[in-house]
């Protein structure tokens, strides 16, 4: 029989409907009957991809002993961290500070009035390594209630009031670092700051930043690729590349389908754990595109397209939006559906070709994981070639159809669980790198994909009176859009405006960039907060200023107020976002790993203003051609628009940058400004690539 879990939409929560646990879901009406049973709430927070979340259902929460004592002693409510992003980070933080570090599955006790005072991460059901067993923290949290409630309201007075001076607090500047009598130093100076605290972590072996585990982080190569192109700066372009290089070839890339598995718990980047998360591979698809555009190199373009095949092949909605996870799990075990022996190997390809597959993709008997073997380049294969005595493409060739067979049978395999909901922050990222790949590539199809995906949101995700929702699962919208949201929303839709030059998505932004600054920003104190001024009330108004595995939404919001305001010439949306930057820098220059895409901002920020005008039919071959030849290169601060040659006269909204343009001679033309000052007319794609030489 299920329990209330049962009548959710979230793939998490009804993982858990048939627990013998009383599960409520997050709302009012598990407050109130801890309230009038003068109970505390266990909250406990995961996801559907997360492994040690499903060990810890089936060691506690489906064991009848464990689940009667949660029953009867608390109120017991599960929580989709990805549907409750703000609930997680209030109570991640929480434990945070209690304990030293977080994760999921997130256990937090709180009192009837969401407060918490005590907490942790994964409890096993018998006492080890020191921890205690859940059973024994139920037993000690349920006695410390009844007997001395006194201390846990002290605790959770204490432990409420650092969380509200942790979303208020503003950061200062260090020794290192010090405006001084001047005021702040310049962003130029945080960012060169950033570049040098990096390259002090930097591992020149594997790439990457620092040891085991080891996370992709796409948005600090995102911003060193760009400190590059400003400064010069050799070792930031170095690092940049080695490390998206090796991460390219190791295990926590699927050589097979293609996509990334969620970070390695090596520093080789060998081993992952095997969840792979739809924003994963949005920001890492993006990186690659990047690398390739200030490069040129053929691997880093095939890593890209590679990674963006995998989700729409994989984690598309037939809608149009996108998915948010794979499991790491298959039959009960992590990993089981991506792990090969060299007998599986043979038994697909055959002998000879067996052979050659395990040389290169290093399969053997010892197997590098739980005596199996997770694919990985671990030898160049041009010298493998070699040593066949072949050429590079003949090899790859080979390898190609190896990959395509293996694949095939791996696919009749028991799935990992995919996770059906859209989110409306993460579907955004995935359509933002759809369309710039795509305007960058020439890919029509990816293109397509970014416009279905947007149309689908703006025109779905939304409740019965037309506000933006944060999650939309199998037809239903709910839960209003956070920050993260909306900004990431507006941030693909200009993209998809650069791409396509349809007018109708700059309408959409100048929506969404005038709603932010109505509802999320506070002027008094000149922050973005991660919830509505009019969302439900919490414990604290969240607010985290820090990039994590996503950008955060003040970023995004950053982001998106200055490229609009470039586009757009608003005033008011360039003050908010440079009022972002100036508070937070103190703060990035201090921990500039936790501030990614808030230095690709400031990066952008630095930049030479470009503004690229391209004017023509959208739909023509030539306008596609002169489109193509302003995306294509690697031009941080550059903002590109354009349109028909009547200005696109049925539009709702002026584009300063297009008043007073022409085509020349009735043929597509693109314009060029550098800081306010327009170059001549140009029509020749080559000619247009040489003004980002």
């Known amino acids: 029989m299920a329990n209330r879990l049962g009548r959710e939409s979230s793939p998490y929560l009804?993982?858990?409907?048939?627990?013998?646990?009383?599960?409520?879901?997050?709302?009012?009406?598990?407050?109130?009957?801890?309230?009038?049973?003068?109970?505390?709430?266990?909250?406990?927070?995961?996801?559907?991809?997360?492994?040690?979340?499903?060990?810890?259902?089936?060691?506690?929460?489906?064991?009848?002993?464990?689940?009667?004592?949660?029953?009867?002693?608390?109120?017991?409510?599960?929580?989709?961290?990805?549907?409750?992003?703000?609930?997680?980070?209030i109570y991640m933080r929480a434990v945070q500070a209690m304990t030293g570090h977080g994760g999921w599955p997130l256990n937090v006790f709180v009192t009837p009035a969401g407060v918490?005072?005590?907490?942790?991460?994964?409890?096993?059901?018998?006492?080890?390594?020191?921890?205690?067993?859940?059973?024994?923290?139920?037993?000690?949290?349920?006695?410390?209630?009844?007997?001395?409630?006194?201390?846990?309201e002290r605790s959770a007075a204490d432990i409420r009031g650092s969380l509200e001076r942790a979303a208020t607090a503003r950061p200062a500047w260090t020794d290192d670092l010090d405006g001084g009598a001047e005021g702040a130093p310049p962003l130029a100076e945080v960012a060169d700051h950033a570049a040098r605290a990096l390259a002090a972590r930097f591992d020149p072996t594997h790439g990457g930043f620092g040891g085991a585990p080891k996370f992709p982080q796409p948005m600090l190569i995102s911003f060193l690729l760009r400190h590059h192109r400003r400064t010069g700066d050799a070792q930031s372009r170095s690092m940049a590349l080695?490390?998206?290089?090796?991460?390219?070839?190791?295990?926590?890339?699927?050589?097979?389908?293609?996509?990334?598995?969620?970070?390695?718990?090596?520093?080789?980047?060998?081993?992952?754990?095997?969840?792979?998360?739809?924003?994963?591979?949005?920001?890492?698809?993006?990186?690659?595109?990047?690398?390739?555009?200030?490069?040129?190199?053929?691997?880093?373009?095939?890593?890209?397209?590679?990674?963006?095949?995998?989700?729409?092949?994989?984690?598309?909605?037939?809608?149009?939006?996108?998915?948010?996870a794979r499991d790491a799990d298959s039959e009960g075990e992590e990993g089981l559906f991506y792990i090969w022996t060299p007998d599986d190997v043979d038994a697909v390809?055959?002998?000879?070709?067996?052979?050659?597959?395990?040389?290169?993709?290093?399969?053997?008997?010892?197997?590098?994981?739980?005596?199996?073997?997770?694919?990985?380049?671990?030898h160049d294969v041009a010298a493998i070639a070699r040593a066949e005595g072949i050429s590079t493409e003949a090899l790859e060739a080979r390898l190609a159809a190896a990959r395509a067979r293996l694949l095939a049978v791996r696919a009749g395999r028991p799935e990992p669980f995919r996770d059906t909901k859209v989110i409306t922050g993460w579907s955004a990222l995935m359509a933002r790198a759809l369309a710039e790949a795509g305007g960058a590539l020439g890919r029509a199809d990816y293109v397509d994909a970014a416009r279905a995906a947007l149309r689908f949101t703006l025109a779905s995700v939304r409740d019965e009176s037309g506000r933006l929702q944060h999650v939309w699962t199998e037809g239903r919208a709910h839960?209003?859009?956070?920050?993260?949201?909306?900004?990431?929303?507006?941030?693909?839709?200009?993209?998809?405006?650069?791409?396509?030059?349809?007018?109708?998505w700059v309408v959409e932004v100048a929506r969404l960039c005038d709603d932010l600054l109505a509802r999320f920003w506070d002027?008094?104190?000149?922050?973005?907060?991660?919830?509505?001024?009019?969302?439900?009330?919490?414990?604290?108004?969240?607010?985290?200023?820090?990039?994590?595995?996503?950008?955060?939404?003040?970023?995004?919001?950053?982001?998106?107020?200055?490229?609009?305001?470039?586009?757009?010439?608003?005033?008011?949306?360039?003050r908010a976002a440079e009022r972002v930057l100036e508070r937070e820098a103190p703060g990035v220059a201090q921990w500039p790993s936790a501030f990614g895409h808030l230095l690709a901002q400031i990066e952008e920020e630095l930049a030479e203003p470009v503004e690229v005008a391209v004017l023509g039919d959208p739909g023509d071959a030539a306008t596609r051609a002169l489109l193509g030849a302003a995306l294509r290169p690697f031009v941080p601060g550059r903002v590109v628009t354009g349109g028909p040659a009547d200005g696109g006269a049925g539009s709702?909204?002026?584009?300063p940058l297009l008043e007073g343009k022409t085509m020349l001679g009735g043929r597509p033309t693109a314009y060029v400004c550098r800081s306010r000052a327009c170059g001549p007319p140009v029509t020749e794609p080559e000619e247009l690539t040489s003004h980002f030489a």
């Open 14 to 89: 009804l993982q858990h409907a048939h627990n013998p646990v009383d599960w409520q879901a997050w709302g009012e009406d598990a407050f109130r009957l801890a309230r009038e049973t003068d109970r505390p709430l266990l909250i406990s927070i995961g996801y559907s991809a997360c492994h040690w979340c499903h060990v810890m259902e089936r060691e506690s929460f489906e064991d009848p002993a464990t689940a009667e004592l949660l029953n009867a002693a608390f109120v017991p409510v599960k929580v989709d961290r990805e549907e409750r992003p703000d609930v997680d980070q």
């Open 242 to 324: 080695h490390t998206l290089r090796r991460m390219a070839a190791g295990g926590m890339r699927d050589h097979l389908g293609g996509g990334f598995h969620r970070y390695s718990v090596d520093a080789r980047w060998l081993v992952p754990h095997f969840e792979k998360m739809l924003y994963d591979n949005a920001l890492l698809a993006r990186t690659y595109l990047e690398a390739w555009q200030a490069t040129g190199a053929a691997d880093l373009r095939a890593v890209c397209e590679s990674t963006l095949d995998y989700v729409l092949g994989d984690l598309r909605h037939a809608g149009g939006g996108f998915l948010a």
């Open 652 to 655: 709702s909204i002026t584009v």
């Open 349 to 378: 390809l055959g002998r000879e070709e067996g052979t050659l597959f395990r040389r290169v993709y290093d399969v053997t008997a010892v197997g590098n994981f739980e005596g199996m073997n997770i694919p990985h380049l671990l």
């Open 523 to 574: 002027e008094a104190e000149g922050v973005f907060y991660d919830t509505a001024a009019d969302a439900e009330a919490l414990v604290i108004r969240p607010r985290d200023p820090s990039d994590n595995a996503v950008p955060s939404g003040n970023s995004l919001a950053v982001e998106l107020l200055l490229r609009a305001a470039r586009l757009l010439e608003r005033a008011e949306w360039r």
């Open 479 to 504: 839960i209003p859009a956070q920050l993260e949201d909306v900004a990431a929303l507006g941030n693909a839709l200009l993209s998809l405006h650069e791409a396509t030059l349809e007018a109708e």
């Open 116 to 152: 918490p005072f005590y907490g942790g991460t994964y409890f096993p059901p018998e006492r080890r390594h020191g921890m205690p067993s859940f059973r024994e923290v139920l037993h000690a949290v349920h006695t410390a209630w009844g007997r001395d409630r006194e201390a846990i």
